[in-house]
């Protein structure tokens, strides 16, 4: 059974998930106020559910790995619909690669370690990643992502005063899903090819 203190914690951390993906994606529809933008709030909405989830089960829901990489498929045809098959089909290849890339390595990882490093749920994640973002992008998403999920395991160990462990685990897509609306948003205030 849960404490009232942990309840209110767990209430106060939904309350800052919904107000965070709430302002990015206000924030992606200012940036973008077309289709895309409409579709990057979407996508706002969907990463912080999945960041949400994912902190408090460590599992990311097939639903909303499904939804994300739906709505990135018409995010690439909403980004050029007179090349709409050949937008789909480069959003498919970005997502094939990088979530083939996170497979590679939860599978090596699995083999070297002989247990799990990755679950399913991020391999997915990653694929939502390629269908959302440009090659440059995705690169970007999983470095701040790593990056981030580094720096909080470090910073959280320091202050409980705890050694890293080999076996610790953290949820990674609690800090990918972020990366990737980022990553996107900055994509499209640049726009890099």
Do not use: C
């Not at 106020?33 to 969907?46: D, E, K, T, W």
């Not at 999945?50 to 690439?76: K, S, T």
């Not at 160990?157 to 080999?166: D, T």
């Amino acid at each position: 059974m849960t404490s009232p203190r942990g309840l209110r914690r767990a209430r106060i951390a939904r309350i800052a998930f919904g107000g965070a993906a709430a302002a990015a994606a206000l924030a992606s529809v200012v940036v973008e106020p077309s289709a895309p933008g409409i579709l990057g709030a979407a996508l706002a909405l969907l990463m912080g559910a999945i960041a949400l989830h994912d902190a408090r089960r460590f599992v990311i829901p097939n639903v909303l790995n499904a939804a994300a990489f739906v709505l990135g498929l018409a995010h690439a045809v909403a980004l050029d619909p007179g090349a709409a098959m050949e937008q789909v089909a480069w959003a498919v290849a970005r997502a094939a690669v990088a979530g083939g890339v996170f497979l590679a390595i939860k599978l090596g990882y699995r083999w070297v370690r002989g247990r799990e490093g990755l679950g399913m749920g991020d391999v997915k994640l990653a694929g939502v990643a390629g269908a959302w973002l440009d090659w440059f992008a995705i690169l970007v998403a999983v470095e701040l992502a790593v990056l981030a999920a580094l720096g909080m395991h470090l910073a959280r160990l320091a202050v409980r005063k705890r050694p890293l462990r080999a076996a610790g685990a953290l949820p990674f897509g609690l800090y990918l899903a972020p990366a990737i609306w980022v990553a996107w948003l900055v994509q499209t205030m640049m726009w890099w090819p």
